[in-house]
């Protein structure tokens, strides 16, 4: 049975909800700072993004789409629930 997009996108997001609680845990000492976050991002994320989304993408770029995703959140619905704006981007892109 294949995962309708509303699904899909719940997994995504959940995906990345759990990703900002790992990268806040690798940067406690920081609070969670790091500017390099979407590499960090990209490389915790991308098999499971792969798998998930059945997507053939390479790191640089999901970096770039998670660039994207947070850039486009900044302009379109500040404020917004990151990983839900995220993962619609992502579902949309890659479905």
């Given at each position: 049975m294949?995962?309708?997009?509303?699904?899909?996108?719940?997994?995504?997001a959940?995906?990345?909800?759990?990703?900002?609680?790992a990268h806040h845990e690798a940067f406690i000492?920081?609070?969670?700072?790091?500017?390099?976050?979407?590499?960090w991002y990209a490389e915790h994320l991308k098999d499971d993004l792969r798998r998930l989304l059945n997507a053939k993408f390479t790191k640089?770029?999901?970096?770039?789409?998670?660039?994207?995703?947070d850039k486009e959140m900044a302009?379109?619905?500040?404020?917004?629930?990151w990983p839900t704006f995220w993962a619609k981007l992502l579902v949309e892109r890659y479905t």
């Open positions: 294949e995962t309708t997009t509303p699904d899909l996108t719940y997994e995504v959940t995906l990345l909800r759990e990703a900002g609680k000492e920081a609070d969670g700072v790091d500017e390099d976050w979407p590499l640089s770029e999901l970096v770039y789409m998670l660039v994207t995703a302009l379109l619905a500040p404020g917004a629930d």
